[in-house]
Every structure is written in structure tokens, then in C-alpha cells.
């Protein structure tokens, strides 16, 4: 049925990053047949702290990143799908309870479902935010069946406990105007983060227990999904920017060689073998020898943090001795050589470095990197299959009718 309804179409995914603005376009003919078309990325411009600090300069950037894309790939769009780093937004659990008769007992129906859930959205909502995601974690039956799925059961009372992800309202605004004034329309807006677990982990990993850490520039997010559902999301004020402006500091260059130097020749495990290493680095017009065991110690310590932050995260969550899948690691910190062997260690758990779970024609260089874009892109194709299936009711009319009977019949008695 799926590969029936579904005809070529192309999705592009945007990630807006503290450094950089990455774009990819997949082409899916059905969910079987993907095929990466091509990714990019560009520093970003007119962006900082979270806020766009200038609408001009920030629109002019987003032009020239899918500029470029076009160029790369002879693909022209005008439909994006965007997604926002965890810096920008919250994760915050909400839960609510509605009776479902004066007495007696009744069959749930799925106006009863959605009704605890609105409900459940209202309570955990402020007056100046967006939900991106509403993730029902568990449904509890007149207090007493806990249940992923409450839909026919009989009860008195129905209670949901959500996982709600949420951003200032104005925040997307301002950043959705200045896709608007490039030229390009903002179709749906996605957690980068969660969008990339959707594309790195299978809906087996998530039900036996996985750990899911996106190392970005500003701050490290730690996902725990268990039973197929995210159960907690929380951001640690520690990434990659930290270990780069520490190695800055340390041997006394600019912000941007540093961070070349980080990504050549920064290690996080067996550094003593490089403690004598020279390289040569660039200060001011010459070249000066730099002990390659500086940088590996300027950043230890932030290191360490970070992994602790991670365990205490996972230990936060209560799920620690759940996780049956281990953890994923994805960004630009996971690509630094011996930082998976050393969460590993820590956590003591598998630790394993991100990696497409999608049927691509095209494989991904530095997946770890570019697989936000991807996970926008399927996010976008996801969405649009679903209105696809609303669109496309293949009951007959006269079962449709009995269908829609049955709920009347369940909603009132």
C-alpha cells in the first residue's frame, strides 16, 4: 500500500547550528527507496546566542547555503523542513486526567484518547511557546492499567503522561521570516536532535532501551527512549565550542585555528604517546612548533565534564539499568578519536558511533555530522505520508459510515 500511494518527490532539510547551517535533499520514491542527493554546509551569518541578531544578514545566509545546494545538485526547491538545536528549546513532561462517565464504565474511544491528550498539551503549555513534538510516553486506566495504547479498553477515568518538546513562539517567527524573505516557505519545524533519532536508531533499539547523545556546538543533549518512546531529553551546557575555546586559550591563537586544531589533532584517550609531537601552528606571521600534548591537555578536563554530565543524565532518567541497546553518539565531538572508547569506559555500556538506519542508494560521509539534514528530510517525507493516508481512505463508504457509528456509539455510552 505505501509504495502504491507514494510517487518521486524530494525533501530538503535544514539544521540552523551555532556555527554553521547544514542542508540536505533526499529523493524518496517509497519508504524503501531513498536516495541521499547531496548535503552541505555554510558558517552562519546574522545568527548568535540563539536569536537572530540580524534579519538581513541571517536571510542572506540561508540564500547562499541552498544556493550553493542548488549548485551542487541541479535540484530547485522552494518547501523546507527545519530543524533547531536543543539550545533553543525545552523538554518538559506535562500529565493530565478526564472522566470518562458519571458511573459505570465505558469503552475508550479515540476522541478520548485525543481528548486527554489536548488536555494534557494545555496544562503543560505557556502562553509564549510552540509544541515542536507531543510524545504520549503512557496511559493509565483508572489509575490502575498503565498501557501504551488505552484504545478499547473499559475504565471510568483515563490519565496520559507526555513528554512535551516546546520553543518561544517568537523565536520560530523571527527565524521563519527570514527563510520567507530568501525566498523559501518553512513547511515543518522539528528538535534537530530528535529528528536525528529518527534516522539513527531502530524502532528495536528504542523499545529495548537506547541512549541517543548529540554533541553540538553549544551543548550536548542526552535522549533515553525505552519501550519505543522518548522518556527523557535533557541539554548539558557543555560542547564542542567549550573544547575549542579551551584549546584557544592554552596556546594563545584565534577561536577559528583552533578549532582546526581540534578537529586534526585533539585526542581524548592515549595522548601521552603524543606528549612530545610537535606541530607547527600559525601565529601571527609565523609559524611556531606547539607541543601536540598542549592541546590534548587543554581539553581534558571538559572532557571529563562532559562524560560526567552524560552518565549523570542517563543515571537521571531512571532507565540506567533498561538500556538494553547502549548509547549512539552523533556530532562533531564523537568524530574526536577516543571519546566513544572513554564514555564507554565511564557508563560502562556499548557505545557506538551514529549510522544511517535508512535504506539510502547514496551512503554519507561523516554521518555523525550530517544526519540532522537527513532526519528533517524523512521528518518532512513522514508528515506528508500521513496526511497521504488521511487523504486516501481506501474503506469502503458504507464501512467508513460503520466505522464512524461505532465511535458515536463509544463516545457516549
Given at each position: 500500500?505505501?509504495?502504491?500511494?507514494?510517487?518521486?518527490?524530494?525533501?530538503?532539510?535544514?539544521?540552523?547550528?551555532?556555527?554553521k547551517?547544514?542542508?540536505?535533499?533526499?529523493?524518496?520514491?517509497?519508504?524503501?527507496?531513498?536516495?541521499?542527493?547531496?548535503?552541505?554546509?555554510?558558517?552562519?551569518?546574522?545568527?548568535?546566542?540563539?536569536?537572530?541578531?540580524?534579519l538581513?544578514?541571517?536571510?542572506?545566509?540561508?540564500?547562499?547555503?541552498?544556493?550553493?545546494?542548488?549548485?551542487?545538485?541541479?535540484?530547485?526547491?522552494?518547501?523546507?523542513?527545519?530543524?533547531?538545536?536543543?539550545?533553543?528549546?525545552?523538554?518538559?513532561?506535562?500529565?493530565?486526567?478526564?472522566?470518562?462517565?458519571?458511573?459505570?464504565?465505558?469503552?475508550?474511544?479515540s476522541?478520548?484518547?485525543?481528548?486527554?491528550?489536548?488536555?494534557?498539551?494545555?496544562?503543560?503549555?505557556?502562553m509564549?511557546?510552540?509544541?515542536?513534538?507531543?510524545?504520549?510516553?503512557?496511559?493509565?486506566?483508572?489509575?490502575?492499567?498503565?498501557?501504551?495504547?488505552p484504545?478499547?479498553?473499559?475504565?471510568?477515568?483515563?490519565?496520559?503522561h507526555?513528554?512535551?518538546?516546546?520553543i518561544?513562539?517568537?523565536?520560530?517567527?523571527?527565524?521563519?521570516?527570514?527563510?520567507h524573505?530568501?525566498?523559501?516557505?518553512?513547511?515543518?519545524?522539528?528538535?534537530s536532535?530528535?529528528?536525528?533519532?529518527e534516522?539513527?536508531?531502530?524502532d528495536?533499539?528504542?523499545k529495548?532501551?537506547?541512549?541517543?547523545?548529540?554533541?553540538g556546538?553549544?551543548?550536548?543533549?542526552?535522549?533515553?527512549?525505552?519501550?519505543?518512546?522518548?522518556?527523557?531529553?535533557?541539554?548539558?551546557?557543555?560542547?564542542?565550542?567549550?573544547?575549542?575555546?579551551?584549546?584557544?586559550?592554552?596556546?594563545?591563537?584565534?577561536?577559528?585555528?583552533?578549532?582546526?586544531?581540534?578537529?586534526?589533532?585533539?585526542?581524548?584517550?592515549?595522548?601521552?604517546?603524543?606528549?612530545d609531537?610537535?606541530?607547527?601552528?600559525?601565529?601571527?606571521?609565523?609559524?611556531?612548533?606547539?607541543?601536540?600534548?598542549?592541546?590534548?591537555?587543554?581539553?581534558e578536563?571538559?572532557?571529563?565534564?562532559?562524560?560526567?554530565?552524560?552518565?549523570?543524565?542517563?543515571?537521571?532518567?531512571?532507565?540506567?539499568?533498561k538500556i538494553?541497546?547502549?548509547?549512539?553518539?552523533?556530532?562533531?565531538?564523537?568524530?574526536?578519536?577516543?571519546?566513544?572508547?572513554?564514555?564507554?569506559?565511564?557508563?560502562?555500556?556499548?557505545?557506538?558511533?551514529?549510522?544511517?538506519?535508512?535504506?539510502?542508494?547514496?551512503?554519507?560521509?561523516h554521518?555523525?555530522?550530517?544526519?540532522?539534514?537527513?532526519?528533517l528530510?524523512?521528518?518532512?517525507?513522514?508528515?506528508?505520508f500521513?496526511?497521504?493516508?488521511?487523504?486516501?481512505?481506501?474503506?469502503?463508504?458504507?464501512?467508513?459510515?460503520?466505522?464512524?457509528?461505532?465511535?458515536?456509539?463509544?463516545?457516549?455510552?
Amino acid at each position: 500500500m505505501l509504495n502504491k500511494i507514494i510517487t518521486e518527490k524530494y525533501y530538503f532539510g535544514i539544521d540552523i547550528g551555532t556555527q554553521k547551517i547544514k542542508a540536505g535533499i533526499l529523493r524518496i520514491k517509497s519508504p524503501s527507496d531513498m536516495e541521499l542527493i547531496g548535503a552541505y554546509d555554510h558558517k552562519i551569518f546574522g545568527f548568535k546566542d540563539n536569536a537572530v541578531r540580524d534579519l538581513a544578514e541571517f536571510s542572506e545566509c540561508i540564500h547562499d547555503t541552498i544556493l550553493e545546494l542548488t549548485k551542487k545538485t541541479g535540484m530547485k526547491f522552494k518547501e523546507v523542513q527545519l530543524g533547531l538545536g536543543s539550545a533553543m528549546m525545552e523538554a518538559r513532561p506535562t500529565k493530565t486526567v478526564i472522566p470518562l462517565v458519571d458511573r459505570g464504565n465505558k469503552i475508550i474511544s479515540s476522541a478520548d484518547i485525543k481528548k486527554a491528550n489536548h488536555n494534557a498539551r494545555l496544562l503543560g503549555i505557556k502562553m509564549d511557546e510552540e509544541i515542536l513534538h507531543d510524545l504520549p510516553q503512557y496511559y493509565k486506566v483508572d489509575d490502575i492499567s498503565v498501557t501504551l495504547n488505552p484504545l478499547g479498553l473499559y475504565g471510568r477515568k483515563l490519565g496520559v503522561h507526555s513528554l512535551m518538546i516546546v520553543i518561544n513562539a517568537n523565536l520560530i517567527r523571527n527565524i521563519t521570516k527570514a527563510f520567507h524573505e530568501a525566498g523559501y516557505e518553512v513547511v515543518n519545524v522539528f528538535s534537530s536532535s530528535y529528528a536525528t533519532s529518527e534516522v539513527v536508531l531502530s524502532d528495536s533499539d528504542k523499545k529495548q532501551g537506547c541512549v541517543l547523545v548529540d554533541l553540538g556546538a553549544q551543548c550536548t543533549t542526552v535522549l533515553v527512549f525505552h519501550d519505543g518512546v522518548l522518556q527523557s531529553m535533557e541539554k548539558i551546557s557543555v560542547g564542542g565550542d567549550h573544547l575549542t575555546r579551551s584549546i584557544s586559550e592554552s596556546i594563545g591563537v584565534p577561536f577559528e585555528l583552533a578549532e582546526e586544531i581540534k578537529i586534526s589533532y585533539a585526542v581524548t584517550s592515549g595522548s601521552d604517546k603524543y606528549r612530545d609531537e610537535e606541530i607547527l601552528v600559525k601565529r601571527d606571521d609565523a609559524y611556531i612548533p606547539v607541543k601536540r600534548g598542549m592541546v590534548c591537555q587543554a581539553i581534558e578536563p571538559i572532557v571529563g565534564e562532559m562524560i560526567e554530565r552524560i552518565r549523570m543524565a542517563v543515571t537521571r532518567s531512571g532507565l540506567k539499568d533498561k538500556i538494553g541497546k547502549g548509547m549512539t553518539v552523533v556530532g562533531g565531538g564523537a568524530l574526536l578519536p577516543g571519546f566513544i572508547e572513554r564514555i564507554s569506559e565511564s557508563l560502562q555500556m556499548n557505545v557506538k558511533l551514529g549510522q544511517l538506519n535508512l535504506p539510502l542508494r547514496k551512503n554519507l560521509s561523516h554521518t555523525a555530522l550530517f544526519s540532522p539534514v537527513i532526519g528533517l528530510a524523512q521528518g518532512g517525507f513522514k508528515k506528508t505520508f500521513q496526511h497521504v493516508l488521511l487523504a486516501n481512505n481506501h474503506l469502503p463508504w458504507n464501512k467508513r459510515i460503520v466505522s464512524r457509528v461505532k465511535d458515536l456509539y463509544q463516545e457516549y455510552f
